[in-house]
């Protein structure tokens, strides 16, 4: 019998992004099971970003993760796979970052350490996206919005959580229940050759390649993004 769509779906957001992510996508989902919305905004650490998910009030639940969201949701994913029916990856960020990458962030968090973030203007969100995507004021004001209600404290606390993340594709090759993976043709921060490969050494995966679409997935392409989550979470097994 097919009753997963009775287990709520989890929904986690990315780097500088809160709920207001989802609210195009949740206009068009059609599950049965209850939508809830995660805010690592608050969060003091990594662990705090996988609490969120620990302390959920249900055994079983469906997760959607987009970005950083995505790293979140493959290490609980990796941890607890019993509470797990399905795991969705939206963008998601594949392997560790490199040295000068590292040293690059903690350079631009020890000038956040002595100023006020005041988040991305209207031309540096347009860089996220695809070009279709930035003459949409929805799409880049909502980019923008988000990232203007952190603050500095909160914007390191979040990068440096994820500062020494893992490579977890082969964990994640080894989770039995199904892995959606989902890519935008043209993003220009997770490049569609890690999300392939990824995809290809996750037995159990499948893989959406979503054409005009940067990495801001969930604002730039909703209903197609809606649609693939109605098929997948619905069609699973219990």
């Given amino acids: 019998m097919n009753n997963s769509q009775n287990f709520p779906v989890v929904m986690l957001p990315g780097f500088l992004c809160d709920p207001r992510l989802w609210g195009e996508v949740q206009k068009g989902l059609l599950l049965q099971g209850e939508v809830r919305l995660i ?40 941890q607890f796979p019993e509470r797990v029916v399905s795991l ?23 000038m956040l350490a002595n100023v006020q973030y005041k988040g991305m203007n209207e031309k540096e969100a347009q860089r996220f996206i695809h070009s279709s995507s930035a003459q949409n004021p929805h799409v880049v004001q909502t980019i923008v919005e988000m990232s203007r209600s952190y603050t500095s404290e909160m914007y390191i606390t979040q990068m440096r959580a994820t500062l020494h993340r893992q490579n977890l594709s082969g964990k994640v090759a080894q989770l039995s229940f199904p892995v959606l993976i989902v890519a935008g043709k043209d993003d220009q921060v997770v490049r569609l050759p890690a999300l392939q490969a990824l995809h290809e050494g996750v037995p159990r995966s499948k893989i959406l390649i979503l054409e005009n679409c940067g990495h801001y997935v969930p604002l730039e392409k909703p209903n197609e993004l809606a649609k693939a989550l109605n098929e997948f979470v619905n069609n699973q097994e219990a």
């Fill in 88 to 110: 969705t990856l939206v963008a998601v960020n594949v392997g560790a970052l490199s040295e000068r990458e590292q040293a690059s962030r903690l350079k631009l968090a020890g």
């Fill in 39 to 78: 805010d690592f905004k608050h969060c003091k650490s990594l662990q705090d970003m996988v609490g969120q998910l620990e302390k959920m009030d249900t055994s079983r639940f469906h997760i959607v993760g987009f970005s950083m969201g995505g790293y979140i949701a493959q290490l609980f994913a990796t």
